[in-house]
C-alpha cells in the first residue's frame, strides 16, 4: 500500500463507462440480428393487395429474381496509387560537377527535427490538455509546477539528510 492514494483519473473512468456502453449496444445488435434472422427464415407471405389464387402461374412474379451477383468494377486513378518518386532537388542545390552543395541551414532543421519529439496525431486534444480545457482535468502547467515543487522539496529533503550524515560522522571524529 503507498503513502498516498492514488486520484481517480476522469479520463479512464469515462473510457471504461463508454466501453461498457459499445458492449451493451453490441450485445443488443446481436441479439437484434438474430431475431432478424429467424423472421426471414419463415415462409414468404402473398401481398394482401391480390386476390386469393391471382398470382398462380398465369402471369409473371410479381417480383424479379435478383441478377447474379458479379463483382462491380470501379475506375480507379492509377497516378495517385503509384508511388511518386523522390523529389528531385532543384539545379541551384548542386554546383557545377554535379556534386550537391553543403547545406547548413538544411542541417540545422535536421538536426533540429532529430532532438523534437514526434508530432501530435491530434493537435486539438494537446491544446485541450494544455489549457485544461477537458472537464475533470488540471491544466498541464499547474501539474508541471506540482511536479517541479515536488521535485524541489525532495531534493532539498535528501541535502539536509546528506548534511545531517556529515555533521554526525564528523562529529563523532
Known amino acids: 500500500m503507498g503513502w498516498l492514494p492514488k486520484k481517480p483519473d476522469p479520463v ?3 473510457t471504461r463507462a463508454l466501453n461498457a456502453q459499445i ?4 450485445q443488443q445488435i446481436k441479439k437484434l440480428d438474430v431475431q432478424v434472422g429467424r423472421a426471414g427464415a419463415g415462409p414468404r407471405l402473398r401481398p394482401a393487395t391480390l ?4 398470382n398462380i402461374g398465369h402471369t409473371a412474379p410479381a417480383a424479379p429474381a435478383p441478377p447474379a451477383t458479379e463483382p462491380i468494377f470501379e475506375d480507379v486513378n492509377q497516378n495517385r496509387l503509384k508511388a511518386k518518386a523522390e523529389s528531385v532537388a532543384p539545379p541551384e542545390h548542386f554546383n557545377e560537377l554535379g556534386v550537391r552543395k553543403y547545406d547548413l541551414a538544411g542541417l540545422i532543421a535536421r538536426l533540429k527535427n532529430n532532438f523534437r519529439g514526434p508530432a501530435a496525431s491530434n493537435p486539438r486534444l494537446v491544446n485541450y490538455l494544455a489549457a485544461g480545457g477537458v472537464q475533470g482535468l488540471r491544466p498541464m502547467r499547474y501539474e508541471k509546477r506540482v511536479a517541479r515543487n515536488r521535485f524541489i522539496a525532495f531534493a532539498l529533503g535528501l541535502f539536509l539528510l546528506l ?6 560522522f564528523l562529529r563523532s571524529h
Open 163 to 168: 548534511i545531517g550524515i556529515l555533521w554526525a
Open 12 to 14: 479512464t473512468a469515462r
Open 23 to 26: 458492449a451493451a449496444l453490441q
Open 51 to 54: 386476390p386469393h389464387g391471382a
